[in-house]
């Protein structure tokens, strides 16, 4: 096994990770990527119905709805992230070709996952045009 200057890299090729194949390691990290990436894709659909309804949750506490949308605010605020997505398709196919892809995929990933942290804020301050832009930027990244 070769020594590493990096004592981060150091430590971790003495761990399970480390003494896994380069193949294995690559599926398994590719796979939690793509579960992250669902899960940006996913969780505002799933989050919607508690935010502009009153609902009851299972021990029976009812909750206030915060947000007054309208179905059209809501199906564009929904579909933004496609709207990204759909426009970069062709471009990231060329990206791929000029850079690595696990790096591409690696960035997409980090930057879908910051903006993530962000979409929080555009709902406290009910900015719809906020919220429509991070999501439509999430989908340009991914």
């Keep these: 096994m070769r020594q590493h200057s990096n004592k981060i890299l ?7 990770i480390g003494k896994c194949r380069k193949r294995w390691l690559l599926a398994i990290l590719a796979n939690m990527g793509f579960m992250v990436s669902f899960g940006i894709r996913c969780n505002f659909g799933a989050a919607k119905t508690h935010m502009y309804k009153n609902y009851t949750d299972p021990w029976g506490k009812t909750h206030m709805h915060e947000f007054n949308w309208t179905i059209d605010e809501l199906s564009v605020m929904e579909s933004s992230y496609f709207y990204g997505y759909l426009v970069t398709q062709i471009p990231a196919g060329f990206l791929a070709a000029k850079f690595p892809p696990n790096k591409l995929f ?20 009910k900015s719809d045009y906020l919220v429509a832009f991070i999501q439509i930027t999430q989908g340009l990244v991914q």
């Design 106 to 125: 690696g960035f997409g990933i980090g930057v879908g996952a910051f903006l993530n942290i962000l979409l929080p804020y555009g709902f406290k301050i």
């Design 10 to 16: 150091q430590i971790v090729e003495q761990t399970w």
